[in-house]
Structures are given as C-alpha cells and as structure tokens.
C-alpha cells in the first residue's frame, strides 16, 4: 500500500492539473496561492461569507418597471415577438393596466438581462447587428437562440466576445 508521499502524477483540482511528485504539489507557472489566515490587503471577503437577511421589492424591478424598460429598449412589436405574447400585451405591463403571468414575467426577466448585457458589451447599433447576424460562438444568430433557449448562452458569448475571443 503506497501512502500520500510516494504518490507521483497529476490531479485536477479546482479545475487546475497540479502535478504531483512524491507527494508534493507543483502548480503551474503563475498561479497564485492563498496563505491560509492571511489575507491580502484590499482583497473583499468571499462570496461564502455575504448573508443576505432580506430582498426588498424595489419597485425598479417591477413588471411595470421591467416591462417598460424592454419595450423602451426594443419596441413593443419586438418584445411581444421574443415573449410569444400578443401584440399589445408589453404595452399594457409597461403601462400598469395589466400584470404578466409568472411564466411572461419570468420572459420578462430573461429578456430584461440580455438587454442589459447587450448595452454593457455593444453600442445599440452593434447590439442589433449581433442580435440578427451569425455568431461563431454560437453558430446561430443570436435572436434565434434566445428565443429557443433564454439568455444564458448569449450572455456568455457576449463575455467572450467583450474579452476579445473572436478579435
């Protein structure tokens, strides 16, 4: 039986591959390694240590709130469209006559995060030729994904495209 300070090869972890030899550690060139009890100086707490004691509901994000601030971004006939509501449905949300259901408010959202992210990575006229051109990260326009599968991959292909993966 071979204890810990005979084994030799390679584990992943943290989705690194350290390389061990005879039971020892060695990390890749430039990787960083914490001191335990030592923090750096400026360096915020981790995310493990935040509680969160309550969530107000701000009214900013509101259906209304939401509502008009899509259709305000991509028009009433467009966001109807992406929702797969009627027509006049966005209008009235953005409006306060009506509330969308759980499931349209949900859209809402969704559609809401993209266009946040589109306007955080692309001018609006960059935002449109995206949205309607091929994506490589992709491999669809973007508008045809989002209505299949919700933002998340757009999202990502925003992140890569803003960290220069395609330049």
Not at 30 to 53: F, H, L, M, N
Not at 83 to 103: F, H, I, K, N, Y
């Amino acid at each position: 039986m071979s204890t810990a300070e005979e084994f030799s090869g390679t584990v992943r972890i943290g989705g690194v591959d350290v390389q061990i030899i005879k039971g020892h550690g060695v990390l890749p060139k430039g990787t960083a390694v914490a001191t335990p009890g030592r923090t750096k100086r400026g360096r915020k707490p981790a995310a493990g240590s935040v509680q969160v004691k309550s969530i107000k509901d701000a009214g900013a994000y509101g259906p209304e709130a939401v509502a008009r601030r899509v259709v305000d971004a991509l028009g009433n006939n467009v966001t109807a469209k992406l929702l797969g509501v009627s027509q006049d449905g966005p209008g009235r949300w953005a409006t306060g006559v009506d509330r969308p259901s759980e499931t349209n408010r949900a859209k809402l959202a969704d559609l809401d995060t993209l266009v946040g992210h589109l306007l955080a990575t692309f001018t609006p006229e960059q935002a449109a030729l995206w949205l309607e051109g091929q994506d490589p990260f992709l491999r669809a326009r973007p508008i045809d994904v989002f209505a299949q599968e919700g933002p998340g991959r757009l999202i990502e292909a925003m992140k890569a495209y803003a960290q220069g993966a395609f330049a």
